[in-house]
C-alpha cells in the first residue's frame, strides 16, 4: 500500500505550523504537475504564478506566502521542508530479506545480525560484513574488505580486497572501490605497470554516486571523510584524500596524491592535477582546470581557475574579444598611415 499521511501528521514530522483542511496526502510533486492529494512547495518566487493554478492540495510555503494558500505548511525554508518530505514517502529498495543461498560467502568471511544478502553475490575470505547491511544481487566485496553497520551496496558494486567502509555508507549501482590505480612508468624496456598495495577507506556516512571508481592507493590509503558525498561518473585517483562534508559532482576527476579539505565542493566535470592541496571551505566551478593550490574560504572558476569575480569579468569580456581585434587592427592601419605622413614631411 502506498504511503499516506494527513497534512497535520507531515507538519508535526517537519516541526512546522500548518493552516487550512487536515487533509490526507498521498505523494508530492511539483506546483505544475500536482494533483489534488499531493503536497508540492514554493521556494523559488519564479514559480509565485503558479499558486494560482496548482492543483496540489496543500503547499509549503514561506510565511510570507501564507496568505495565498489556503492549506498550507509554513516554513522558514519550503525547499529542505519539502526535502524532508521526501524522506517520509521514499519506498525503500529492495524486495527480499534474509540470506540467500545462492549468494557465495566464502567460509571465513563474518557476517553481523540482521544482514540481506541478495543471490548472486560474492563475499570473499576474511571479510567482515557489520549489523544491518544489504548486499545486493552482483555485488562483489573482497579479500579482508570490512563493512560498517547499516550499509548498503546496491547491484554491480565491487569492493576490492583491503577496502574499509564505515557505518551507513550507501553505494549506488555500478561503485568500484579499490581498483587498482594508474601506476605505469616509461622505461627503456617500454611502459612497466607500477603495483598498486595499499588500500581505500571510506568513512561514516558516505555516499558515492553511480559508477563513480576510487583507486587503491599505491601505498597507504586512499580515503575519503565523513559525511562526504561523491556523485554518479566520479574518478578518484590514487592516495587521494578527501575531507569530511565535502560534495564531489559528476564527472569530477582527482589525480592521484591530490588532497581535497572539509567542506569543499567541486562542480561537474572539474578536473584536479596530481599532488595538490585544496584547502577547507573552497567552491570550484563547474569544467574548471585546477593546476595549483588553492587557499582555504576561495571561490575559483575557469581553466586554469582563478578568483570567481575575475572569471565572471572575462566570460563578460570573451564574447567581445572579436570585435577588439577589429578595433585594435583598425587603429594599428591608422597608426601606420600617420607614421608615414610624418615621414613624408620628414
Known amino acids: 500500500m502506498a504511503k499516506q499521511f494527513t497534512l497535520a501528521q507531515i507538519a508535526d514530522f517537519l516541526g512546522e505550523t500548518w493552516q487550512g483542511e487536515d487533509l490526507t496526502i498521498t505523494g508530492l510533486n511539483t506546483l505544475e504537475e500536482a494533483a489534488g492529494s499531493d503536497l508540492s512547495f514554493l521556494a523559488n518566487p519564479k514559480y509565485i504564478k503558479q499558486i494560482a493554478t496548482t492543483k496540489a492540495g496543500a503547499i509549503i510555503v514561506s510565511p510570507n506566502h501564507a496568505g495565498e494558500v489556503k492549506n498550507a505548511i509554513i516554513s522558514a525554508n519550503p525547499y529542505f521542508a519539502f526535502a524532508r518530505c521526501m524522506g517520509l514517502f521514499a519506498e ?33 575470505a576474511n571479510a567482515k560484513i557489520g549489523d544491518g547491511c544489504t548486499i545486493f544481487p552482483g555485488v562483489y566485496i573482497g579479500e579482508f574488505c570490512e563493512l560498517g553497520e547499516n550499509c548498503t551496496l546496491t547491484p554491480n558494486c565491487v569492493l576490492m580486497s583491503h577496502t574499509h567502509l564505515g557505518d551507513n555508507c550507501y553505494l549506488q549501482p555500478g561503485v568500484v572501490l579499490g581498483g587498482e590505480g594508474f601506476g605505469f612508468v616509461r622505461t627503456d624496456f617500454g611502459i612497466q605497470k607500477i603495483p598498486q598495495i595499499g588500500h581505500v577507506h571510506i568513512a561514516d556516512n558516505v555516499e558515492i554516486g553511480a559508477n563513480t571508481t576510487i583507486d587503491r592507493a ?129
Do not use: W
Open 92 to 124: 525503500k529498495e529492495g524486495f527480499f530479506q534474509g540470506i540467500s543461498d545462492q549468494a557465495f560467502i566464502d567460509p571465513s568471511a563474518s557476517i553481523g545480525e540482521n544482514c540481506t544478502i541478495y543471490p548472486f553475490a560474492v563475499i570473499g
Open 218 to 346: 599505491a601505498l597507504a590509503k586512499t580515503s575519503v571523510g565523513k559525511r562526504t558525498c561523491i556523485d554518479n561518473l566520479v574518478q578518484i585517483g590514487h592516495n587521494v584524500q578527501i575531507g569530511e562534508e565535502t560534495l564531489v559532482i559528476s564527472q569530477v576527476g582527482i589525480a592521484g596524491s591530490t588532497k581535497v579539505g572539509n567542506k569543499c565542493t567541486l562542480a561537474g566535470q572539474v578536473g584536479l592535477s596530481g599532488h595538490l592541496t585544496i584547502h577547507d571551505n573552497v567552491t570550484i566551478g563547474p569544467q574548471a582546470g585546477v593546476t595549483k593550490d588553492i587557499p582555504e574560504n576561495s571561490v575559483v572558476s575557469g581553466s586554469p581557475t582563478m578568483d570567481y569575480s575575475t572569471y565572471m569579468r572575462h566570460c563578460i569580456l570573451q564574447p567581445k574579444i572579436p570585435d577588439l581585434f577589429k578595433r585594435v587592427s583598425a587603429l594599428e592601419k591608422q597608426i601606420e598611415k600617420l607614421e608615414q605622413e610624418l615621414d613624408s614631411k620628414k
